[in-house]
Nanobody, 115 residues
Framework: QVQLVESGGGLVQPGGSLRLSCAAS???????MGWYRQAPGKQRELVAM???????DYVDSVNGRFTISRDNAKNTVYLQMNSLKPEDTAVYYC??????????WGQGTQVTVSS
């Protein structure tokens, strides 16, 4: 029903920036879209979420450094990541919420912050 395709991960030095994109292929109306991440040996955590109307929510550790945005016409969500730190290293997963309680997930994109 909902397919998510992510792009934009990679290797960046501390202090650098990356922009992740996630496009949803669907005719279904999507509610919130967001990004989660999972570092080795850790649980997946919510990074940022944006509602259809544009309300946003961030995990405290990325507040002021990451910005989530979306283009409803393109069913696409973006995550601009600035001032990256080694602790931001993780696989980042796109998430889309639709219907009453349904979720779709992207395949994940690796973000590595290292000198």
């Amino acid at each position: 029903q909902v397919q998510l395709v992510e792009s934009g991960g990679g290797l960046v030095q501390p202090g650098g920036s990356l922009r992740l994109s996630c496009a949803a292929s669907t005719s279904i109306s999507i509610n919130a879209m967001g990004w989660y991440r999972q570092a080795p040996g850790k649980q997946r955590e919510l990074v940022a979420m944006i509602s259809r109307s544009g309300s946003t929510d961030y995990v405290d550790s990325v507040n002021g450094r990451f910005t989530i945005s979306r283009d409803n016409a393109k069913n696409t969500v973006y995550l601009q990541m600035n001032s990256l730190k080694p602790e931001d290293t993780a696989v980042y997963y796109c998430n889309a919420k639709f219907g009453l309680r349904s979720n779709a997930w992207g395949q994940g994109t690796q973000v590595t912050v290292s000198s």
